[in-house]
Nanobody, 123 residues
Framework: QADVQESGGGSVQAGGSLRLSCRLA????????VGWYRQVPGHECEPVSL???????YLEGAMRGRVTISLDKPNRILYLQMNHLQSEDTGVYYC?????????????????WGQGTQVTVSS
């Protein structure tokens, strides 16, 4: 399930920003959804922002309005720009890709699931 590698996590003060990156495997973007999920301590794993094959973003959940997902196809990098971060956003952020991504962190089902990158927001 490897072949996607996240980076860009770190520590930031509340109100700050981070941009996560995910280097993607050699799959066809016409047939694969890509996206970001997160695991916040004490909460169920949840989608942060997902991108369909047509470039439509969906399921932005708790971070709606504070995140922007973008895909650099030539360089095969998926980005997640996160702004106005809060302490509740502290957790591990995962990159995923599959023929369809849903609201569940189906780690064993999705074709690609990264190792995760830690985001820590201090108040």
């Amino acid at each position: 399930q490897a072949d996607v590698q996240e980076s860009g996590g770190g520590s930031v003060q509340a109100g700050g920003s981070l941009r996560l990156s995910c280097r993607l495997a050699e799959f066809d973007f016409d047939y694969f959804y890509v996206g970001w999920y997160r695991q916040v301590p004490g909460h169920e794993c949840e989608p942060v922002s997902l991108l369909s094959t047509t470039g439509h973003s969906y399921l932005e959940g708790a971070m709606r309005g504070r995140v922007t997902i973008s895909l650099d196809k030539p360089n095969r990098i998926l980005y997640l720009q996160m702004n106005h971060l809060q302490s509740e956003d502290t957790g591990v952020y995962y990159c995923a890709a599959d023929h369809r991504l849903n609201q569940y962190c189906d780690v064993d089902k999705y074709t690609y699931w990264g190792q995760g990158t830690q985001v820590t927001v201090s108040s």
